[in-house]
């Protein structure tokens, strides 16, 4: 008898009550809850750190491929029989208006990064990028290169159509052998990095004095020169270019690719409600764009010191 008594309270000692149960259940969706915002929070966090991470190395990898190239870069605009070299960069879009600023970058330099056809490593070099506001960009395959990229153009010399040889003329004076004409946007890019917003140059006369980037005015001017042979020919002040600068501050905008596509489809709802002539619309649009560039765009800049070289 005892023995059953035992078993019998042993048996009600391991049952629970309905409001055990309950209890034991919401004790366990609390830590349920509390264990999925705990990794929730960690994917945020480790998403919003790869994205910025791509940003930066994309910057990296941007600001090192322009300053590489501009210490290797060639200068000489005297009439020898050299040729001319010419340095310059030019502002295709103004900063302050509504558009982004895109700013051109061109220059002689010897380097690794060639064409493959090229005979040496000197090549005429070029860095922009593809905005709405600028021409259209093709690459190598002659598709266009969509909007936001930064892209590099490299040609060398001999290249496959016979237009450059840096070593069979002084100044040009036909249409074989000589610098890229007005470095033609027919020229094939090799995009660098997407997601950029602004590209914009300065460059330095000495470590105090800037020299303004050329405008299409004073791009196509006509000047005069006189060729080793004594022959008076006019060019384009844009294959002259402008003086050798001292020191290049490269300023880059940038956004992550995720961002960037939110901001692509704000760019085409605000030219929807343009189109639809609703003007209180666009402009709140227009305000929108301000507030999400500000909170999404990051800005990179690389100073790049040269030494003083001369045309001699």
Not at 110 to 128: G, H, N, Q, V
Not at 185 to 192: G, I, K, N
Not at 226 to 233: L, S
Not at 278 to 288: H, Q, T
Request: glycine share 6%.
């Amino acid at each position: 008898m005892e023995d059953k008594l035992k078993n019998s309270r042993c048996i009600r000692r391991h049952r629970y009550t309905i409001i055990e149960v309950l209890a034991s259940m919401g004790i366990f969706i609390i830590l349920i809850t509390a264990l999925m915002q705990f990794f929730s929070s960690a994917r945020t966090l480790w998403v919003s750190s790869s994205r910025r991470n791509e940003l930066y190395a994309n910057a990296r990898v941007a600001l090192d491929l322009v300053a590489r190239d501009l210490q290797s870069a060639m200068y000489q605009n005297d009439n020898t029989a050299r040729g001319i070299y010419p340095f310059w960069y030019r502002e295709r879009v103004a900063q302050g208006t509504d558009n982004p600023q895109v700013n051109e970058l061109n220059f002689i330099a010897s380097t690794d990064l060639k064409p493959t056809e090229a005979a040496s490593k000197i090549c005429e070099i070029r860095y922009t990028f593809v905005s709405v506001a600028g021409p259209i960009l093709k690459d190598s395959a002659n598709e266009p290169i969509p909007e936001g990229w930064l892209v590099r153009s490299c040609v060398g010399d001999n290249d496959t159509i016979g237009r450059y040889d840096f070593f069979k003329y002084a100044f040009p004076t036909s249409d074989a052998g000589r610098m890229l004409d007005v470095w033609s946007d027919e020229d094939r890019y090799t995009p660098v990095i997407p997601g950029v917003v602004q590209f914009g140059i300065t460059a330095y006369s000495d470590v105090d004095h800037t020299f303004p980037a050329m405008v299409d005015s004073a791009f196509d001017d006509m000047v005069s020169v006189t060729d080793i042979y004594g022959v008076v020919k006019s060019y384009p002040k844009g294959q002259l270019g402008t003086m050798f600068p001292q020191v290049i501050t490269i300023k880059i905008k940038l956004m992550d690719q995720e961002n960037w596509k939110i901001y692509v489809k704000y760019r085409q709802r605000l030219d929807a409600l343009k189109d639809d002539g609703n003007i209180g619309g666009a402009d709140n649009m227009s305000d929108e764009i301000k507030k999400f560039l500000k909170k999404t765009v990051r800005t990179f800049s690389r100073t790049v010191y040269l030494s003083k070289r001369s045309s001699s």
